[in-house]
């Protein structure tokens, strides 16, 4: 067994080597030059539609609205990487490590804007009237390259029984287990009844409770966060001087040469900034394809403000709590360890003899690994259904479920490598598309502005 986890492991570090976070950077500075800034210059707005409007009154095509598309976007990638993931990255790399987590997540959003855009523009309705849309769709009728799509959709479907079932449903059972002393079967057994009654219902259902657990969830992580933040109010100079110091000059944090540690520094900000926001992956425009919308540019501003959220907002919480408590100085933390220790540190409060650290903590993880289930079971549910057609897409559900059980009772450090390694390969045909269909990006905003024009943006 461990010979098979050096193996997986050694090809998880080949595939998420630079390179891959080279193209993946690279696809979203491409994208930002061609449509001259355009996450810059419109987010007010891009936020608006998200979370003010919300729904376009007059679309006839589509399954949820651009809310709903939002939030089950946003509780795929609002999962352990904003708790444990920051923290991994922070303590490997020092505090200069969120700025480039920032970096990847200001350029990402051009990313995601575009794959919304190609997401909605060539999406399809299927026999029972439900859209379906995403990497595989625009890679076959946009880049006609019916492989890549192929080998796309094949790629998500088995990542999403590891990084989005598995995986977060043993770090939930591990989390209850630590914290409550709950045997991991009952958290299990638990997990699954919440899931099948969520997914058996399909995209509607998923919608309707992504709805409400995702803002309710982010509400209170950004809200205990700012409390230890504003307690340590006298530390937020220092802790931006540390980040950008960091940044460029992090050998104090790690020692040895310098050229070294900022590549260290900024592999494990951009890495865990992917593995946080999914920009270039491809998961989150099949979310995006199932939006009530007539305007693929208009879903696409609401898509990119998930990066937003995601990591300028939720990972910038995080890595706040850690440098202003200075616990990122302490060895042996990492993880959603490190993260904890910082809330208990800075609060100071236990509660029914539970460090308040601890719990908050706890109840993130429940929360954001549930809500990556639920949104990454959809993913998978229409890779499948790309590949084999609707007639399995019960029967996927009812085994998605069954998983999520099985996740809470084993070891699953192997699932977690192959499915960065899933992740990786999902990456590859849906960058060639973006690039490939980078011209198709523009045009259909630029045709778009020309008939909504916004004030202070043109292309």
Request: net charge neutral; charged share 15%.
């Amino acid at each position: 067994m461990e010979d098979i986890l050096r193996i997986i492991t050694e090809i998880r570090d080949f595939l998420w080597g630079l390179p891959l976070i080279i193209l993946l950077v690279g696809t979203g500075i491409l994208l930002t030059i061609l449509l001259r800034g355009l996450q810059f210059r419109v987010l007010g707005h891009s936020l608006y539609l998200a979370l003010i409007k919300r729904k376009e009154k007059d679309a006839k095509d589509g399954d949820i609205s651009h809310f709903q598309a939002l939030m089950t976007a946003l509780a795929a990638t609002v999962g352990t990487g904003n708790i444990a993931g920051v923290a991994s990255a922070i303590a490997a790399g020092g505090p200069g490590a969120l700025f480039w987590m920032w970096i990847t997540g200001l350029f990402g959003m051009a990313t995601k804007y575009g794959e919304a855009v190609l997401a909605v523009k060539y999406r399809v309705k299927d026999e029972y009237g439900t859209m379906s849309g995403g990497p595989m769709y625009y890679l076959k009728k946009g880049l006609n390259q019916p492989l890549l799509a192929a080998l796309f959709a094949f790629f998500a479907s088995i990542a999403a029984f590891g990084i989005g079932n598995m995986t977060q449903s043993n770090s939930i059972a591990v989390s209850m287990r630590e914290v409550f002393d709950i045997p991991p079967f009952i958290t299990g057994f638990l997990l699954m009844i919440f899931t099948g009654a969520v997914i058996l219902g399909g995209i509607k259902k998923i919608g309707q409770v992504t709805g409400f657990l995702v803002p309710t969830m982010i509400f209170f992580y950004v809200a205990a966060s700012l409390i230890v933040i504003i307690k340590n109010y006298a530390q937020i100079p220092h802790v931006f001087a540390l980040i950008f110091e960091y940044a460029f000059n992090p050998t104090a944090a790690a020692g040895g040469f310098l050229g070294t540690v900022i590549m260290i520094t900024i592999k494990e900000g951009v890495s865990r900034g992917v593995f946080s926001n999914e920009s270039g992956l491809g998961s989150a425009p099949i979310a995006a394809a199932a939006a009530q919308t007539s305007e693929p540019v208009r879903q696409a501003m609401v898509s990119m403000t998930q990066t937003f959220i995601d990591t300028i907002v939720v990972c910038s919480m995080t890595g706040f709590v850690i440098i202003s408590s200075g616990k990122w100085m302490d060895e042996g933390l990492e993880s959603s360890q490190l993260t904890a220790q910082a809330f208990s540190s800075s609060l100071g409060i236990e509660i029914f003899g539970y460090p308040l650290g601890g719990l908050i903590v706890a109840i993130g993880l429940l929360l954001f690994a549930f809500s990556t289930i639920l949104g990454w079971s959809y993913y998978g549910e229409k890779s499948v259904e790309y590949l084999f057609g609707e007639r399995l897409v019960l029967p996927y559900r009812i085994v998605f479920t069954i998983v999520v059980f099985i996740g809470t009772l084993f070891e699953v450090q192997i699932v977690w490598r192959f499915s960065d390694i899933m992740n990786a390969l999902m990456a590859f045909p849906n960058l060639i598309g973006l690039i490939g269909l980078s011209g198709i990006i523009v045009v259909e905003t630029r045709k778009y502005f020309r008939a909504y024009p916004i004030k202070g943006y043109k292309l």
